[in-house]
C-alpha cells in the first residue's frame, strides 16, 4: 500500500490550500484515512480523520470550521481543505491510514498502531 500525499505549499495567513492523498495497492473499506502534522520533534499532531465510506469525521479542536476533510472512492482519494489559514499551521502534513474508526486514529498513534504512512507534505503559512 502507498500513501502520497501531495499539495503543500507557502501561503500568506487567511489564505487556503488543499491537501491531497493518493492511495494505491490495495481497496480499503473499513480502514480511516488520517492527516497528522508536525512542526517540530518527533511527535506528530493529529488533524483529521475519515473514514473510507466518507460518512464519518473527526477533527482535531484547532481545526474545526477551518479545515475540511473529504474523499473520493473512486479515485480512492482524501483530501483537506485548509481554509483561514494561520501561522502555528506550518508543519510537515503527512496522511496515514489505519484500520480503525477516525475518533479511534489518535489512539492508534498514540499505541504506534498506524498501519501506513504517506510522505509529508511542507505547509508554510507566512504572517
Known amino acids: 500500500v502507498q500513501l502520497q500525499a501531495s499539495g503543500g505549499g507557502l501561503v500568506q495567513t487567511g489564505g487556503s490550500l488543499r491537501l491531497s492523498c493518493a492511495v494505491s495497492?490495495?481497496?480499503?473499506?473499513?480502514?480511516?484515512v488520517g492527516w497528522f502534522r508536525q512542526a517540530s520533534g518527533p511527535d506528530r499532531e493529529f488533524v483529521a480523520a475519515i473514514n473510507w465510506s466518507g460518512d464519518n469525521t473527526f477533527y482535531r479542536d484547532s481545526v474545526k470550521g477551518r479545515f475540511t476533510i473529504s474523499r473520493d472512492g473512486a479515485k480512492n482519494m482524501v483530501y483537506l481543505q485548509m481554509n483561514s489559514l494561520k501561522p502555528e499551521d506550518t508543519a510537515v502534513y503527512y496522511c496515514a491510514a489505519d484500520d480503525t474508526s477516525p475518533t479511534q486514529v489518535p489512539t492508534a498513534y498514540a499505541m504506534s498502531w498506524i498501519e501506513y504512512w504517506g510522505q509529508g507534505t511542507l505547509v508554510t503559512v507566512s504572517s
Open positions: 495497492g490495495r481497496t480499503f473499506t473499513t480502514h480511516s
